[in-house]
């Protein structure tokens, strides 16, 4: 039987507070959802998926801390399950087509969770076109910084300047600030 968003949240929280028992049921409950959504994305690779399994559960036990506690779990688990995909794919070197992207950012069901699945391109529209194409270029799609300059017909040092200013203009604009 598959937790609910209730479930990995209390199982989270009480892990936090110090009850291993919480927290070891919590991975156990996290292994069938995470290998459900890396062998969605990963064909034929059972080995890859077992390996990002563990990679994840590591990431979230290391990283626990990092949770907030007013948040739904499930959306941040996944976050940390799709950064360990790109990590993957970037070991490996594979991209990936930009048609397969909204099954790959939206989290498996858990997104009314999180009130409203993320819309990237709704988002990147809301920052200066030069910054929101060396994101997509850079985070969305893979590319290198080098890749992506010579896309776009910049600098390498521009092309980091604006990932980074979008970015941080996108996080103020999540946290409220703008």
Known sequence: MQASEDELQRMMVGGLDGDAAAHRALLRALVPLLRRFFARRLRDADGE???LVQETLMAIHTRRGT????????????AVARH?????FR???????????DDILVTE?????????MDVDHL??????????????????GLSIVEAAER?????????????????????????DL
């Open 67 to 78: 949770y907030d506690r007013t948040r739904p779990f499930a959306p941040w688990a996944f």
């Open 84 to 88: 360990k995909m790109i990590d993957h």
């Open 124 to 141: 990147l529209a809301t920052i200066p076109d030069k910054q929101a194409q060396a994101i997509r270029d850079t985070r969305v799609e």
């Open 91 to 101: 070991r490996h070197r594979q991209h990936l087509s930009i048609d397969g992207l």
């Open 49 to 51: 998926v077992d390996d």
């Open 152 to 176: 776009r017909g910049m600098s390498e040092s521009d092309v980091k300047v604006s990932v980074h200013r979008g970015l941080r203009a996108l996080a103020a604009r999540l946290r409220g």
């Open 109 to 117: 069901g858990f997104e009314a969770a999180s009130g409203a699945a």
